[in-house]
Nanobody
Framework: QVQLVESGGGLVQPGGSLRLSCAAS????????IHWFRQAPGKEREAVSC????????YYADSVKGRFSISRDNVKRMVYLQMNSLKPEDTAVYYC????????????????????WGQGTQVTVSS
């Protein structure tokens, strides 16, 4: 069955970096876009980034452009989110998700349309 497992979260100081990983199984990796969402306490879940099945196009939320970078290794069935210059407002639980569409949309759909989610990994940015 479809499974997504996130890892790599933790506590980091402002300005620091983390790399999140999403291990995927149970669906054709090459033909499936993978999204990263995040949800902070008391806030709605929001789309952060997306990478298409073939690696392009990608999507970044305005709040993370220039700081976050998404990549994938379809052989290893992994998707990565490199997060640099982290800010306290990046604190959230980060999830990977897929609707198994091949390409990222110009504007990601609402969370409800994504069929499969990982369990999430906590990222805390604090001094």
């Amino acid at each position: 069955q479809v499974q997504l497992v996130e890892s790599g979260g933790g506590l980091v100081q402002p300005g620091g970096s983390l790399r999140l990983s999403c291990a995927a199984s149970g669906f054709p990796m090459d033909y499936s876009s993978i999204h990263w969402f995040r949800q902070a306490p008391g806030k709605e879940r929001e789309a952060v980034s997306c990478i298409s099945g073939g690696g392009a196009p990608t999507y970044y939320a305005d709040s993370v452009k220039g700081r976050f970078s998404i990549s994938r290794d379809n052989v290893k069935r992994m998707v990565y989110l490199q997060m640099n210059s982290l800010k306290p407002e990046d604190t959230a639980v980060y999830y990977c998700a897929t609707d198994r569409a091949a390409a990222c949309a110009v504007v990601p759909g609402p969370p409800q349309i994504y069929d499969f989610w990982g369990q999430g990994t906590q990222v805390t940015v604090s001094s």
